[in-house]
T-cell receptor, first 114, second 109 residues
Framework: DTGVSQDPRHKITKRGQNVTFRCDPI?????LYWYRQTLGQGPEFLTY????????KSRLLSDRFSAERPKGSFSTLEIQRTEQGDSAMYLC????????????FGEGSRLTVL | QKEVEQDPGPLSVPEGAIVSLNCTYS??????FMWYRQYSRKGPELLMY????GNKEDGRFTAQVDKSSKYISLFIRDSQPSDSATYLC?????????FGTGTSLTVIP
């Protein structure tokens, strides 16, 4: 399967713990996006990378959130000191460089903070 | 005002009906227009995308873009129970993607 891969699919944690999600994009895709989605809402932009460079971050991305894409391949999204409001589906998506409407999503990592 | 407006529904139709899903937008800079299907607790699946105005057909699905009215539509012909899902519209300037809230569709056998 050469689609976008996310791990873990579901994470249950206690408030105050740190969690990390991993995303492996489609191999030839240079751009990688992170979104957050809550029930009944569309995906909300968090950040995106062009290769290893983080080009834009949303105001939603507080200082407890950090994302990396160290070698321009896979990416990680870490949430420190989790809060109950962080409970959501975290979606990763990738697309080739250049003007394109083809944004492909992974299956998501669902976070539950108790 | 949100960048993209989409009626959340829910929409319920009998099997075989033609379904019409719509979104409006405000940003004239949008060039790419997409429709995604999302099943419960799954990631969005890209159904179709179009560049600029016009129609695009793929099997039972037809996407329409009217940039002059800032209005896009997805039509589903001969709807099937397996089409029951949430449908998200999305739009892009090329760098950033903006999503509607999704329309929940149920096709009743």
């Amino acid at each position: 399967d050469t689609g976008v891969s996310q791990d873990p699919r579901h994470k249950i944690t206690k408030r105050g713990q740190n969690v990390t999600f991993r995303c492996d994009p489609i191999s030839e895709h240079n751009r990688l996006y992170w979104y957050r989605q809550t029930l009944g809402q569309g995906p909300e932009f968090l950040t995106y990378f062009q290769n290893e460079a983080q080009l834009e971050k949303s105001r939603l991305l507080s200082d407890r959130f950090s994302a990396e894409r160290p070698k321009g391949s896979f990416s990680t999204l870490e949430i420190q000191r989790t809060e109950q409001g962080d409970s959501a589906m975290y979606l990763c998506a990738s697309t080739p460089t250049g003007n394109t409407g083809e944004l492909f999503f992974g299956e998501g990592s669902r976070l539950t903070v108790l | 005002q949100k960048e993209v407006e989409q009626d959340p529904g829910p929409l319920s139709v009998p099997e075989g009906a033609i379904v019409s899903l719509n979104c409006t937008y405000s940003n004239s800079a949008f060039q790419y227009f997409m429709w995604y299907r999302q099943y419960s607790r799954k990631g969005p699946e890209l159904l179709m995308y179009t560049y600029s105005s016009g129609n695009k057909e793929d099997g039972r699905f037809t996407a329409q873009v009217d940039k002059s009215s800032k209005y896009i539509s997805l039509f589903i012909r001969d709807s099937q129970p397996s089409d029951s899902a949430t449908y998200l519209c999305a739009m892009s300037t090329g760098n950033q993607f903006y999503f509607g809230t999704g329309t929940s569709l149920t096709v009743i056998p």
